[in-house]
């Protein structure tokens, strides 16, 4: 099989009930054993085609044919230039990704956003990033991720992969950071898929200046770096989007 998969190939014969209803057994085990059912998916499907090939093949995927749009405030958007991550992701991959920042947003308005800036789009994956401002407006950990997972839930729904983005730090010292920590932790704990643009920012105070210049916003430096822990994610967020093709195609 050639090792650069074309997703229409992932159809699964009707008559083959057994591995149907294994596949459909599986799907009730708990979050923990994801990574479990897709190997034995893959090795039912693809029995010459082993984990290892699947994710080479995951890499060697044409990736410029994915959609993304990410979704969020300022940060997203790239104040103050316009310059985002996003713009350097997409000119350095090949993948169309849609910026849908809007500066000032809390989370629930960006769950206002999200059929017309989202779903319209028809994209494979979004990246949700939010809660910056949220903190500002005194919203808890809480609030803020019961909007994310009403999002999340929204997408998936509309078989679109959400992505959450963990915000990036502020300031430490204050109850914001504070909030914006809790909500990084309960959403590294929620089984969502997330990128970790905050853990590139723990560095010391001096560095933390230079990359938050106004100890809000990345600066070039920081936008560069965000960049380049979205491409070492990718490999992860596109295995979800394949396996999420799998399991559609073999649950209908």
Known sequence: MNACLNLKLFSIPTENTDIKRRYMTMQKKPRKYRRF?????TLCLFPMFTPL????????????????????????????NGRSWT??????TGIQIVNRGVSGETLEEMYYRLENDVIREK???CIIMGGTNDVFF?????EMMNLI???????????????????IPLPRGGQTEDKLQTLRK????????TIDFAGDFARSKKDFKKLLPDGIHPA?????MMAERLKKELPRIVSAYVESKLETEISN
């Open 220 to 224: 070039d430096e920081g936008k560069r």
């Open 138 to 142: 005194g919203n808890s950990p809480e």
């Open 186 to 193: 309960k959403l590294q704990d929620s089984g969502m898929l």
């Open 37 to 41: 059912r897709l190997t034995v998916l």
């Open 123 to 125: 994209p494979e994956i």
């Open 87 to 92: 713009n350097l992701v997409s000119i350095e």
């Open 149 to 167: 997972e009403q999002m999340a839930g929204e997408l998936k729904r509309r078989k679109i992969i959400p992505v959450i983005g963990l915000p």
């Open 53 to 80: 090939q699947f994710t080479r093949a995951v890499e060697t995927m044409d990736w410029t044919k994915l959609k993304i749009v990410a979704l969020g405030d300022s940060i997203t958007w790239g104040y103050p």
